[in-house]
């Protein structure tokens, strides 16, 4: 079945999962398939089907039968960054991942923030026989990750949309954000990953630098001093542009 728009033709099922979809979305704590149907103007067996769908696509989920509906991170996959912005951010700070890289002997990458995820944009591989492989384009959450945590210690506004998406694996990382934050650089020693420590500091609020590399060549305190020779090196390239942000 098709509704007539007045700038053309709109299937009337996409429509409606939209509409479920964006209702979903304006809820910090989910909505019900009572609550979606009834404010969608559809019978509950309509919504239901439409749901189903979407749950079984991957874009929402309930935490168990008769649960609040909640969208996943996978519309955060869709998302693209402005493709210029991303190519001038990249091209400015290209310098410094190569000095960096070349000072630490590790390898060193740009992530970029997508919704609740990062987007590794840029990369400079260590020439040491082992060395953490990073492949730009490759996604990752936010939270888990010393270089997503730089980014959420530097934006509360993302903090609080992350920490909303996902409460209970915010409560598990909020001590090592709040580190962050206090220490201007997010560490990871040997938490994450078995055998690779990192450490990230936040070039915007949406952007950051992180070096990563074997634990037995990155102890504590040589991870304190990569992050400040970061530090000193985003110091030459500043101000960097974030209108695309």
């Known amino acids: 079945m098709e509704t007539v728009m007045k700038n053309g033709r709109v299937i009337q099922s996409v429509q409606r999962a939209f509409e479920l979809l ?27 089907n439409l ?16 649960a609040a509906y909640r969208l ?9 960054l402005d493709a210029e912005a991303e190519h001038a951010l990249r091209a400015r700070l290209r310098p410094v991942l190569k000095a960096v890289s070349q000072a630490s002997g590790e390898s060193t990458f740009l992530g970029l ?9 840029d990369a400079v591989l260590s020439e040491k026989p082992l060395h953490l492989a ?14 997503g945590h730089a980014m959420l210690a530097a934006d509360p506004e993302l903090a609080r949309a992350v920490q909303a998406h996902d409460p209970s694996e915010w409560e598990a990382h909020a001590a090592e954000i709040a ?19 990192c450490v990230a500091v936040a070039v915007t609020p949406r952007a950051a630098i992180a070096v990563a590399g074997p634990t037995n060549r990155l102890p504590k305190a040589l991870l304190l001093t990569i992050g400040q020779h970061i530090r000193d090196e985003l110091a030459k390239v500043r101000p960097v542009n974030q209108e695309w942000l």
Not at 51 to 66: F, H, P, R, V
Not at 75 to 80: A, D, I, S
């Open 22 to 48: 964006e209702r979903i979305a304006a809820s910090t704590d989910g909505s019900r398939l009572s609550e979606l149907a009834d404010g969608a103007g559809l019978n509950r067996s309509t919504a239901h």
């Open 51 to 66: 749901l189903a769908s979407l749950e079984e696509l991957g874009y929402i989920t309930q935490d168990k039968k008769g």
């Open 72 to 80: 996943t991170g996978k519309l955060n996959q869709l998302l693209r």
């Open 113 to 121: 923030a997508t919704g609740t995820d990062y987007l590794c944009s």
């Open 134 to 147: 990073v492949r730009p384009g490759e996604r990752k959450p936010l939270i888990v990750e010393a270089i």
């Open 179 to 197: 580190d962050a934050e206090r220490r201007g650089v997010a560490l990871d020693l040997d938490s994450q990953n078995a055998g690779i420590s």
